[in-house]
Nanobody, 123 residues
Framework: QVQLVESGGGLVQAGGSLRLSCAAS????????MGWFRQAPGKEREFVAH????????AYADSVKGRFTISRDNTKNTAYLQMNSLKPEDTAVYYC????????????????WGQGTQVTVSS
């Protein structure tokens, strides 16, 4: 079992940047596919990005493509989400997720989740 803890959220003005971190513990981090998801108030959770185990392959939601970058450092047991050119519609709680077998856009397929970190973008 792997434990995930997100950090790096906060309040930022539109056009600004934030970098979220997801620190993993408990098992070998490099054995897990990683994903980022978000949930805005009153909305369903949605896929943001995912990354393969070695960090070579990535995928993004259309809404964040070109603005967000997912990465990971397996030596530090940490995944990242660099968010640039933030928009008010990016406001949400951001969650990282891990799974040893699934790499995709369906949140329910990931077995392990962090507690989330709030990102608020003001206009």
């Amino acid at each position: 079992q792997v434990q995930l803890v997100e950090s790096g959220g906060g309040l930022v003005q539109a056009g600004g940047s934030l970098r979220l971190s997801c620190a993993a513990s408990g098992r070998t981090f490099s054995n897990y596919f990683m994903g980022w998801f978000r949930q805005a108030p009153g909305k369903e959770r949605e896929f943001v990005a995912h990354i393969s185990k070695p960090g070579i392959n990535t995928a993004y939601a259309d809404s964040v493509k070109g603005r967000f970058t997912i990465s990971r450092d397996n030596t530090k047991n940490t995944a990242y989400l660099q968010m640039n050119s933030l928009k008010p519609e990016d406001t949400a709680v951001y969650y990282c997720a891990a799974d040893p077998e699934y790499l995709g856009r369906i949140g329910d397929e990931y077995d392990y989740w962090g507690q989330g970190t709030q990102v608020t973008v003001s206009s």
